[in-house]
């Protein structure tokens, strides 16, 4: 079964940190893998991809891949209250309409 | 803005009730999905729609049908209601091609008592 397995947290960082968030999967077919973050209540919505190995930034956001080790995270930077949500990861095929996502982390910003 | 809409928030149904959950998405995307998010579970796709009429099973499509009559409308159908299907529902719309950006609407919280 293609799992993406992600800690469900609390992550809890201080306002101005680095928080870093961490998905490995099961499936080496994946080639394309999501970051959505999900307020309380509610629906999910894409802040990053990523598809190559290796590091890709937009703003305060980094993911970073490792297909070698099946590992995918996402940083972020001068971390906000604001940023405080749930974190889901979500991998899929090239060939596939399917993304399979990851329970998620939730991450709880501190003023 | 890409619009996806689901016509209510919040449903209570009755077991053994046939329902109908509605989508409409408003950026004219082929692909349309239905997921279900649990607690701990993450969402899981239940079926999914990459062209009007055409519809393919998702991980737990078991208890669920589907209709796309139309591009910009796909509904999802629970046969008889029962009360494992308690869930968040929630709609989304990509571009044509796999691994495309989902849109997602706000979601139907169902209860089935």
């Known amino acids: 079964q293609k799992e993406v397995e992600q800690n469900s947290g609390p992550l809890s960082v201080p306002e101005g940190a680095i928080a870093s968030l961490n998905c490995t999967y099961s499936?080496?077919?994946?080639?394309?893998f999501f970051w959505y973050r999900q307020y309380s209540g509610k629906s999910p919505e894409l802040i990053m991809f990523?598809?190559?190995?290796g590091d890709k930034e937009d703003g305060r956001f980094t993911a970073q891949l490792n297909k070698a080790s099946q590992y995918v995270s996402l940083l972020i930077r001068d971390s906000q209250p604001s940023d405080s949500a749930t974190y889901l990861c979500?991998?899929?095929?090239?060939?596939?309409?399917?993304?399979?996502f990851g329970s998620g982390t939730r991450l709880l910003v501190r003023p | 803005d890409v619009k996806v809409t689901q016509s209510s928030r919040y449903l209570v149904k009755r077991t053994g009730e046939k329902v109908f959950l509605e989508c409409v998405q408003d950026?004219?995307?082929?692909?349309m999905f239905w997921y279900r998010q649990d607690p701990g579970l993450g969402l899981r796709l239940i079926y999914f729609?990459?062209?009007?009429?055409?519809?393919e099973k998702g991980d737990i499509p078991e208890g669920y049908s589907v209709s796309r009559e139309k591009k910009e409308r796909f509904s999802l159908i629970l046969e008889s209601a029962s009360t494992n299907q308690t869930s968040m529902y929630l709609c989304?719309?990509?571009?044509?091609?796999?691994?495309?950006?989902?849109?997602f609407g706000s979601g139907t919280q169902l209860s089935v008592l």
């Open positions: 499936d080496r077919g994946s080639q394309s």
């Open positions: 729609s990459y062209d009007v009429k055409m519809k």
């Open positions: 950026m004219d995307h082929e692909n």
């Open positions: 990523i598809y190559s190995n």
């Open positions: 979500a991998g899929g095929e090239d060939s596939s309409y399917k993304l399979i």
């Open positions: 989304a719309s990509s571009f044509m091609g796999t691994n495309e950006k989902l849109f």
